[in-house]
């Protein structure tokens, strides 16, 4: 039977777009990758640029300004959207961003009826919300990139700090993609080990475990300061994410889908431990977590929820 060839699209040339797009190129995400922009002369620039690359790949690369190029797509992903800007909140952006998805959503759901979205544009978790209501599709199938790229942050920090492999640490930074996230050190492990417990010689403290957190949770500003954006990073993540729906993988990411009643919390998208396939994303049976760690969960709901007011 001939494999059933899979396309993902990406909507937004700037440089977070054009970093999920080169990621699920080299990667191998799909056997197609597209790029949508209404700005045509860069949009084509950087189609062109991407198909120069496409000897060294198995997939093929197609784009431009027409919203046509989206038709047929398996997978969306959203980072259309003004930029965040040094010294400027996620949240800030929500009012500019709100309105171009209201806009923009109607139009990418009849092209591609079938598509699942992932919502990139900043404030994430605010848009998924949006683009999830003009949408008027399921909660599971227009979820945000969520914390993915915060909890690859943090286990890449925690591995140089106790000198294992990345792969080899277990932990979870979920709520709010931006300023209210935090760590579920409550269920953190390297390989088998309880964080608190590795090891004997050179333990952690939960003094050092906090430094750990609020440097992550700054990573973003950090980045900005020095390059002015963050890309690369979420352009692996994105990538990532996407391969995990169109394979039907069922991973375990820590997403966000707009929550119904998990952990008391409905209406907004918080980043929780989903299973995500084929179908789209699913928040997992609810997580076992301290009371502390629900009460930092349900304050980030509240940030989420305060943001989503002031939009109307």
């Not at 056997?31 to 062109?48: F, G, M, N, R, W």
């Not at 709010?176 to 004997?200: C, K, Q, R």
């Not at 209406?267 to 994303?281: E, R």
């Not at 930092?296 to 007011?309: E, M, V």
Request: proline share 4%; charged share 20%; net charge negative.
């Amino acid at each position: 039977m001939t494999k059933a060839r899979t396309k993902i699209t990406v909507i937004g040339a700037g440089s977070v777009g054009v970093s999920v797009a080169y990621a699920a190129l080299i990667r191998g995400s799909a056997a197609e990758v597209a790029l949508y922009d209404i700005a045509t002369e860069k949009v084509d620039a950087e189609v062109l640029d991407l198909a120069h690359g496409t000897q060294f790949t198995s997939a093929a690369v197609s784009g431009g300004s027409d919203l046509a190029v989206v038709e047929g797509s398996d997978v969306i992903v959203v980072t259309a959207g003004a930029k965040q800007q040094p010294g400027q909140t996620r949240m800030e952006l929500s009012g500019i961003n709100a309105r171009l998805l209201e806009n923009l959503m109607p139009q990418l759901v009849e092209r591609a009826p079938d598509a699942v979205f992932i919502i990139v544009t900043n404030p994430a978790d605010v848009m998924t919300v949006v683009a999830q209501r003009v949408s008027g599709l399921p909660p599971h199938r227009v979820f945000g990139s969520g914390t993915v790229l915060d909890t690859s942050r943090l286990r890449w920090r925690l591995a140089h700090r106790a000198n294992v492999s990345t792969a080899s640490v277990h932990a979870d930074i979920v709520g709010e993609h931006g300023d209210t996230e935090f760590p579920l050190w409550s269920n953190a492990t390297i390989g088998s080990v309880p964080i608190l417990d590795w090891p004997a010689e050179d333990p952690f403290t939960t003094e050092e475990l906090d430094r750990i957190a609020v440097e992550v949770r700054d990573a973003a500003y950090a980045v900005i300061r020095g390059k002015g954006a963050t890309n690369l990073a979420i352009g692996v993540s994105c990538a990532r994410i996407a391969e995990a729906v169109l394979h039907d993988e069922r991973a375990v990411l820590p997403v966000a889908t707009v929550l119904d009643g998990e952990y008391g919390i409905r209406g907004v998208a918080l980043s929780v431990p989903s299973v995500v396939g084929a179908a789209g994303a699913v928040p997992l049976a609810e997580t076992p977590m301290s009371e502390h760690e629900l009460t930092l969960l349900r304050a980030s709901a509240d940030a989420i929820r305060g943001a989503i007011d002031e939009l109307g």
